[in-house]
């Protein structure tokens, strides 16, 4: 009965987004305030019934209610209690059902948190928002229905695939649909501006929060999808430019061009028309990823493995938004007003020379992924473009940008001093020139590339700490005042310094793995020794273990360091999933500070020995650090009072009916 209150709810749902489309919509073009009113409780209580359905297929899964076919194919009644609740969104279905939910709940926080938006824009908002839900909730309904029946009902499931019983997998889906699905507010609000025909101060007040929230959570779930895949795949990578790894990454990219636009576009009232498309192109990026994942036109352990019905249905909801906001956009934008104007020297300029740079290495990204799609789609032949495309054409275009970013918050608004900003950074500048000496010539192994490399990831470290000690004064006033300076900043000063910090430290493990590791591969029987970076490895052999839904041979290291102290054990371990009778490699870690020591076990060889595979890899944790320091700095932004407050005051001032002129 709980799995029929669950599907009634959803049916429920679509009903009411429909209500949610049409009628706020209708009411704006009428100016009926009555009908503008009935977006936000219609939001809620959609939101209400998709929770209630979530919940429904969530209790299936607790109780391992194999009648319905969706908890079946994808649980276990020895499965650990964790995997039975995460697996509900570890198949395509429960996660369409998760990813309807998110979008359900960000609608709501529209409904809570807009009262103080215009009536017309809210009620724009939010009809846009239900059209998005209504269209993925029939999309749901008709081809991916979570609830189907079985009958009569299999005494035991098939169990969740075993690469994705582990914990990476409970916390990456999650958010990366909270960042995904975020992004369809700044869509929603950029075609509620373009069907008003203006962007006035309440929007871009609003759609700053709503993509530094979303920007914060798609970085937590790219983050945690390459540290799941560098740990539980056993192949030693964090990251290999795989399709479904550039769907997440593109509207990451688009994203924090827009978040950079949006400061501008709030700040200076510049880039209006600009910021607009870029939320567009965001969202329809997030889609293209949907449709990727899903559609069954990618071979990838992130995709489904779904039919080609889904991926045609997929793909009419991507062109209708995409072609129809893009349509919007082309007959609507020449109303919007352009926005003030700034000399090139500036932060504006800075900013736009950052659109610039993303943008490009946003296309980059794309050509390469769906090149190959087309290439397919039109002759049948099937080609590949790998690592070696993507790290010729985005790291080039990423180094100009990343060697320009600690310059954007020196500059002034409007008109900058490239020359002032210059003499600011010389300490920063001559502090990285030392660290890019000290690398080169004390630390083995170290190429020309690994010491400019590291060099720029501490000029995008000591940039940012350059601005706040400026910020705060110090130097020039006593300490005591410069303490009280640097505790009064706005709390967005601290977001941006450590979102910059946060991408210094990701560039830094990424050199340092990619440029200075060590790896080791040999067979090996018990007794045999490995020397990997100062360390000695000695194999002791091979243990079976037996856990709650799997089998596994463990391979237990002793390992040693130079001077022949011991230093503790290592298990690498190779599972067989008894269920599904699906092998998985576990690799076996070792964290020294923030360096790791790798190890894979590979197949027994005819001599009886074991492929053994290691890694030195040093500094690798600071990919995932600076991640995290990342999303703390968009924490810091969103906490500031000027994005707490709603819309300016300005906006109240304005004669009701008011437009701008067109450009």
Not at 75 to 85: A, C, G, R, T
Not at 159 to 176: E, K, R, S, V, Y
Not at 302 to 317: E, K, M, N, Y
Not at 651 to 658: D, E, I, L, N, V
Request: glycine share 10%; net charge positive; hydrophobic share 55%.
């Amino acid at each position: 009965m709980t799995v029929e209150i669950g599907h009634f709810a959803l049916v429920l749902a679509f009903v009411l987004t429909l209500v949610q489309f049409t009628v706020p919509l209708v009411g704006a073009r009428i100016g009926d305030e009555r009908m503008m009113a009935v977006g936000g409780p219609t939001a809620v209580a959609a939101f209400a019934l998709t929770l209630l359905s979530f919940a429904a297929l969530t209790y299936a899964y607790i109780v391992s209610d194999f009648s319905v076919v969706n908890v079946w194919e994808n649980s276990h009644s020895q499965k650990p209690m964790l995997y039975k609740v995460t697996g509900v969104w570890g198949n395509h279905e429960g996660s369409m059902l998760l990813w309807i939910v998110i979008l359900a709940a960000f609608a709501a926080l529209v409904a809570w948190f807009g009262r103080n938006l215009p009536a017309t824009l809210r009620a724009n908002v939010l009809a846009v928002q239900g059209l998005i839900g209504a269209s993925f909730m029939l999309f749901i309904l008709a081809t991916s229905n979570p609830f189907t029946r079985l009958n009569p009902a299999p005494m035991e499931g098939r169990d969740l695939n075993p690469l994705l019983q582990d914990i990476g997998l409970a916390i990456h889906p999650p958010l990366l649909y909270l960042g995904y699905v975020g992004f369809s507010i700044c869509f929603s609000f950029a075609c509620a501006a373009l069907i008003e025909g203006r962007i006035d101060a309440a929007w871009a007040r609003w759609v700053r929060p709503w993509t530094l929230a979303a920007w914060l959570f798609l970085t937590g779930g790219i983050a945690m999808g390459s540290y799941w895949a560098y740990y539980e795949l056993g192949w030693g990578g964090f990251w290999f430019w795989d399709p479904v790894e550039n769907a997440s990454f593109l509207p990451w990219l688009a994203g924090t061009a827009m978040l950079h636009s949006a400061i501008v576009m709030e700040k200076r009232s510049a880039l209006k028309i600009w910021t607009v498309l870029l939320a567009i192109m965001t969202f329809s990026l997030s889609l293209l990823g949907t449709f990727l994942v899903r559609s069954g036109v990618l071979t990838s352990v992130h995709a489904f493995a779904t039919d080609p019905t889904r991926g045609v249905f997929i793909l009419g909801i991507l062109v209708f938004f995409i072609g129809g906001s893009l349509s919007l956009f082309a007959l609507r934008a020449s109303r919007l007003t352009t926005g003030g104007l700034f000399h090139p020297i500036s932060r504006e300029g800075a900013l736009v020379l950052n659109n610039l740079f993303l943008s490009t290495a946003t296309a980059t990204v794309l050509i390469g992924t769906l090149y190959p799609l087309l290439v397919e789609a039109v002759t049948g032949d099937k080609i590949s473009v790998g690592p070696p495309f993507f790290n010729m054409t985005f790291i080039p275009l990423i180094i100009p940008l990343l060697i320009a970013v600690p310059f954007g918050p020196l500059l002034a608004w409007k008109r900058g001093d490239l020359y002032a900003a210059c003499q600011r950074l010389f300490a920063a500048f001559a502090a990285s020139l030392a660290v890019v000496v000290v690398v080169w010539f004390f630390v083995d192994g170290a190429s020309v590339a690994a010491a400019l490399g590291i060099g720029l990831a501490f000029w995008l470290i000591f940039g940012p700490l350059t601005d706040l000690a400026l910020k705060s004064g110090v130097g020039n006033v006593s300490p005591g005042i410069a303490m009280r300076r640097f505790a009064g900043l706005p709390r967005s000063v601290y977001g941006t310094a450590l979102a910059h910090i946060g991408v210094g430290l990701t560039v830094l493990g990424i050199v340092a793995v990619t440029t200075l590791e060590v790896e080791r591969m040999a067979g090996m029987q018990p007794g045999d020794t490995m020397e990997v970076s100062g360390y000695t490895l000695r194999f002791d052999g091979i243990r079976p273990h037996q856990g709650p839904n799997f089998t596994e041979d463990q391979g237990v290291f002793t390992y040693f360091n130079a001077s022949g102290r011991e230093m503790g054990t290592i298990i690498s371990s190779k599972r067989l999933y008894t269920a599904r009778q699906f092998p998985t490699t576990e690799a076996g870690l070792r964290t020294h500070g923030l360096s790791q020591l790798y190890i894979a076990l590979g197949d027994r060889l005819p001599d009886g020995s074991i492929v053994v595979r290691a890694w030195w890899k040093p500094l690798v944790l600071l990919i995932w650090l600076g991640s995290v320091v990342m999303m703390i700095g968009a924490g810091f932004s969103l906490a500031d009072r000027r994005l707490r407050v709603g819309a300016p005051s300005a906006r109240k001032a304005r004669p009701a009916g008011t437009v701008e002129a067109p450009a």
